[in-house]
């Protein structure tokens, strides 16, 4: 699943593909030699993980620095009752031309909002949607409050480049998200888009201070690797277009930068980064794509266990939720309902949503609770009106099975199998109740070699865990993975022998092996679906909305 980080590694490619292409710096003239893409099929999953603060000032409003011009959210900012000369530069959003008077909206993209303007005929005469003008004027109160309270006067418009009306394919009628997705290049123009866009710039700064506050150094891990580990889903490999060798091994397009984030935590104890991440897999659904951004965090000198990373995992979070709710302009962007909405959540549902996230505890319950839990829930009816689980000595607390919140499940619930889709959004809405909810101790063969096993290695049924964890979000599920990593040279070697890894496989690991060897202080990471926690935060229903050219099986337009 996106959120975990998943150790393996991608793809070889081919010109039939119609994989990305790279030029191969070697040629400085003429044909340059290409990397091409192939999808190559894996079988298994794996995780990622942090510790705990929050930067969560709110950004000050802007100011334009001299030389540079205002833009449309300073000019809603500006506080002054009549700025009697006042500039902006945008694209014509609607246009409405009468006998006496022209009305337009304009936008930049600073904001989702726009500046209403009021023009004399002529002054609007040449402006049609989509146009780039540069209007000038009087910055002054509405005398009509039906909609902004202040409206910009024009003294002088210039037409900077012309729209044609008869072909612009976004016009003043509501779009889908369906339609706007065959105009990625279109798209980005939507008010939705814009505010999603500012939205993921609000959270990477927002994670920047939170991991600078924390005292993390942030990394650039490699997007190439020969690291194709057994076992991490399906991978593009990547080959030159000649088709001749040109790496001494196989080569891949990362899957996840969790190995290389380990050997650089080794040497700077705490370290994080935002990375894109490629999956060959042909899942056409609206939670996955094929390209997408994971945030991963890597921590040396681990003492606590899960616990010191999910309070990481629970600080990044936060502060990228308080960053939003501070920014009364992207908030009020993501809340207000435009003309190309259609398919997004109830404001109401998203303030609601962010509430959760930053004022409601969260939860954490062991697999084998949530096992028992969605169990009871099964046997729904008035004889479970109270179905308490015993209470397990890591966590304290009992999960409770109202009488009313039976369910059917179409994958059947037994311990060892995978938490679906179904059962982890359920997890979530009940436990969770509105927050998100941690799910801790998965079984052994469930997860990826390289996790910890826990203290006492299995449970109390005999049955063997390991120190991990996921994250799960109310009608999204599972968006964080995270475990302890195993530090211990012969404990690993031989487990990846246990999995049957082959000889290959495990010498390609050989470095990763190597970092046992000297001074491997416990480890402990994390992955999130950096993609997947944007959709949840402005309440779209499909992944794809969250990324400007989204990439998924069979689709890569521009």
């Known amino acids: ?174 779009h889908t998200f369906e339609y706007l997705r065959t105009i990625p290049h279109l798209r980005l123009r939507s008010s939705t888009s814009r505010s999603i866009l500012q939205l993921r710039s609000t959270a990477l700064s927002q994670i920047s201070n939170y991991f600078a506050t924390n005292s993390f150094t942030q990394v650039q891990p490699p997007i190439l690797t020969s690291s194709d580990c057994e076992g991490a889903g399906e991978v593009f490999a990547v080959t030159a277009s000649d088709r001749k060798p040109f790496f001494t091994d196989p080569v891949y397009l990362t899957v996840s930068s969790q190995l290389h984030l380990e050997a650089m935590a080794l040497a700077m104890s705490k370290v994080w980064c935002m990375s894109p991440t490629f999956r060959a897999e042909k899942s056409d659904t609206a939670r996955h794509l094929n390209e997408f951004y994971m945030l991963e965090a890597e921590m040396a000198f681990v003492e606590n266990g899960v616990e010191e990373v999910m309070a990481v995992v629970e600080g990044v979070v936060k502060s990228i939720v308080q960053g939003l709710v501070n920014n009364e302009v992207l908030k009020k962007d993501l809340l207000v309902r435009r003309n190309d909405d259609v398919g997004l959540l109830e404001p109401e549902q998203l303030e609601k949503r962010w509430d959760g996230i930053i004022n409601m505890p969260w939860r954490r319950v062991t697999y084998t609770q949530a096992i028992e839990a969605l169990k009871i829930a099964v046997k729904r009816g008035e004889e479970f009106k109270a179905g308490v689980l015993a209470r397990d000595p890591k966590y304290k607390g009992t999960i409770e099975i109202p009488w009313d919140q039976g369910a059917e499940f179409k994958f059947p619930v037994e311990w060892g199998m995978n938490l679906q889709s179904e059962h982890e959004k359920y997890l979530a809405s009940l436990v969770g109740n509105g927050a998100p909810v941690f799910v801790t101790d998965y079984p052994k063969h469930l997860k990826p070699f390289y996790m910890l096993p826990n203290v006492n290695d299995k449970d109390e049924e005999g049955r063997e865990t390991v120190a991990c964890f996921d994250l799960l979000l109310p009608q999204v599920g599972e968006i964080v993975g995270g475990s302890m990593r195993e530090h211990r040279y012969e404990m690993l070697e031989g487990e990846m022998k246990r999995r049957g890894m082959s000889e290959e496989s495990i010498k390609q690991l050989g470095w990763y092996l190597e970092l046992r060897k000297w001074g491997c202080a416990p480890l402990g990471g994390f992955g999130i679906g950096f993609d997947r926690l944007l959709a949840y935060l402005a309440g779209v229903e499909n992944i794809r909305e969250t990324v400007a050219f989204p990439r998924w099986f069979d689709r890569c337009l521009c």
């Open 1 to 174: 699943m996106y959120a975990k980080p998943q150790l393996a590694s991608l793809l070889r490619l081919s010109a039939r593909n119609n994989g990305a292409q790279a030029i191969c710096r070697r040629c400085p003239y003429g044909s340059p030699r290409l990397f091409s893409t192939s999808r190559i099929r894996r079988q298994e999953s794996s995780d990622n993980n942090p510790t705990v603060e929050s930067a969560t000032a709110a950004p000050a409003p802007l100011k334009a620095a001299d030389g540079i011009p205002i833009t449309v959210r300073e000019l809603l900012l500006t506080k002054n009752d009549i700025q009697d000369k006042a500039a902006v530069k945008g694209w014509i959003q609607t246009i409405r031309k009468q006998k006496g008077v022209c009305f337009a909206t304009v936008t930049d993209g600073s904001t989702a909002q726009t500046v209403q303007v009021v023009m004399t005929p002529e002054q609007g005469g040449p402006l049609t949607i989509g146009a780039a003008a540069k209007i000038t004027g009087s910055w002054q109160e509405s005398p009509v409050k039906k909609g902004q309270q202040k409206e910009l006067v024009a003294t002088d418009v210039k037409l900077l480049a012309e729209s044609d009306p008869g072909t612009y394919p976004l016009q003043k009628k509501s």
